[in-house]
């Protein structure tokens, strides 16, 4: 999505849409986000240096990283982070229909 194309006017939406579909829709992408950026919190974290001979195999972090996205799957939306929130107050101002103001 082209950031710029935000100031040049709202997100045009198909006219047979409905304003609940494209709430919807924003919520889902707002997840989405929360869910990437979740992930890329969970991988900082893991990759602080702390590890040993134990769990320090390929396979161990193969499986900690499934277990991350997973993780940040099921909390995006339902944790107390608020950042699908945020990008959903974001740009709910700029839902509009194709031919509509």
């Known amino acids: 999505m082209d950031i710029n194309a935000l100031q040049n006017g709202p997100i045009s939406f198909a006219p047979n849409q409905s ?5 919807e829709d924003l919520r889902k992408a707002a997840e989405g ?4 950026f979740l992930r ?3 991988k ?6 702390v590890e040993d ?11 900690q990283d499934l ?11 339902r944790t ?4 699908a929130d945020a990008v ?4 709910s101002g700029h839902l509009t229909y194709k031919g509509m103001k």
Not at 68 to 76: N, Q
């Open 19 to 23: 304003a609940q579909g494209r709430e």
């Open 33 to 36: 986000f929360e869910e990437f």
């Open 40 to 42: 890329i919190m969970l």
């Open 44 to 49: 900082s974290a893991r990759s602080t240096g």
């Open 53 to 63: 001979k134990l769990t320090g195999s390929s396979a161990v972090k193969s499986t």
């Open 67 to 77: 277990f991350d996205a997973e993780i940040a799957r099921v909390s995006s939306g």
């Open 80 to 83: 107390g982070f608020g950042i």
């Open 88 to 91: 959903v107050r974001q740009f």
